[in-house]
């Protein structure tokens, strides 16, 4: 497939500074003709509290595994918030997003026994309505850029989804979106500073959109002491583990219910020959374990901007009441709404297209509530 209708987005140049989230110069508009794609885990607070978490960060990340299959694996712009995404492509891709998403829905239904509501809204629309959509390009690595989003047209978009507009149908049952790289096979992350701190961040109504950005930077720069902007993973990478925790999740994406025992024994034998290699450091003609984990770090997606601040970093207690006194300050200034979901540890869900490139995906989240319980604070506030 031509990459010539997303060369828009690839064109973008790449930023490496995080704290440029909310530099204008850094963004682009967005063509007229795209749209914007977005799903939202319905009741994904519930969904928690009976243990689903791994599942609820499953369906978001499903949906973007979805797309990429379905267009062929070309660059476009997307999000992972935790409990849904949200992305961009061309009018001319709009109905092949559109039917992953549908299939993604009802597998999310069948498999996970979750409810995924998906929204595809045209650009011009948003625009109509007195919003703007920007895109830019912030560096992970030499292989991996992740979109940033900004001009509040996203979040436009979700409060209309959430009523039921733009909505993408569910497909008829038994259909499957196709999930090939979707995995998570890694071990949980444990904070090494004190917790793990789920944090988003976004404008008052009616906020003075200088002061909102001033606040943006200062709780940047709270978490980069270190240099590393709190980036839960160490610098080597994570730690494989054995049997992998996602067995069943992986199986269920990758193999209808005929075929999910081979699957299960499929992935279990890789996952031993990954773990015995990651533990012994041998590479193999393809493979070499140091540089992958240490790429997988890199590629981690534990900071991100899409109208609002999402992070989810390792933070120590003081760094943690510092962060807590300035988020309530700004929020009883009328600058900021927040929320704040604090927790041992943090997981991942991947998209591996190959083990021998560098282009692998890794979207993190707080491992027992995140980004959901923080969004659900933030709403109650």
Not at 12 to 33: A, G, K, L, T
Not at 219 to 243: K, M
């Amino acid at each position: 497939m031509s990459n010539t209708a997303t060369r828009f987005y690839t064109d973008i140049p790449v930023f490496d500074d995080f704290s440029r989230v909310v530099d204008d110069s850094v963004y682009r508009r967005m063509p007229e003709d795209w749209f914007i794609g977005l799903t939202d885990v319905v009741g994904s607070t519930k969904a928690i509290e009976r243990g689903g978490y791994k599942s609820v960060n499953m369906a978001g990340a499903a949906a973007i595994s979805a797309v990429i299959n379905a267009l062929g694996h070309q660059d476009f712009p997307f999000v992972f918030g935790g409990d849904g995404v949200s992305f961009a492509v061309p009018g001319e891709y709009r109905e092949k997003a559109a039917d992953a998403l549908a299939r993604t829905a009802r597998w999310v239904e069948e498999e996970l026994d979750l409810a995924l509501r998906a929204a595809m809204v045209p650009v011009s629309d948003i625009r109509s309505a007195g919003h703007d959509v920007r895109v830019a390009r912030l560096g992970a690595s030499p292989a991996v850029a992740f979109a940033m989003f900004s001009g509040h047209g996203v979040e436009w978009a979700e409060a209309e989804m959430k009523r039921d507009r733009f909505a993408v149908e569910v497909a008829a049952p038994g259909a499957r979106p196709d999930l090939t790289g979707l995995s998570c096979r890694w071990k949980p992350v444990d904070n090494t500073l004190g917790c793990i701190l789920s944090l988003i961040v976004g404008p008052a109504d009616g906020a003075d959109a200088g002061a909102y950005d001033r606040v943006v930077g200062q709780i940047i720069g709270l978490f980069d002491t270190g240099g590393r902007g709190g980036h839960p993973i160490p610098e080597q990478g994570p730690d494989f583990g054995w049997p992998p925790k996602g067995l069943d999740l992986e199986a269920r994406a990758a193999a209808t219910r005929e075929n999910r025992h081979r699957e299960k024994f499929k992935i279990a034998l890789i996952s031993a020959i990954g773990w015995v290699l990651f533990r012994t450091g041998w590479k193999t003609k393809s493979f070499d374990p140091i540089h992958y984990r240490r790429m997988t770090g890199l590629n981690t997606d534990f900071r991100k901007f899409d109208d609002v601040l999402r992070m989810t970093v390792d933070c120590d207690t003081q760094t943690l009441a510092k962060a807590k006194a300035l988020l309530e300050t700004a929020r009883a200034d009328g600058t900021i709404r927040y929320g704040i979901y604090e927790q041992d540890a943090a997981i991942m869900t991947c998209i591996v297209p190959s083990i021998e490139t560098d282009d692998h995906l890794h979207f993190l989240d707080g491992a027992s509530g995140g980004y959901a319980l923080a969004a659900k604070m933030m709403k109650a506030g």
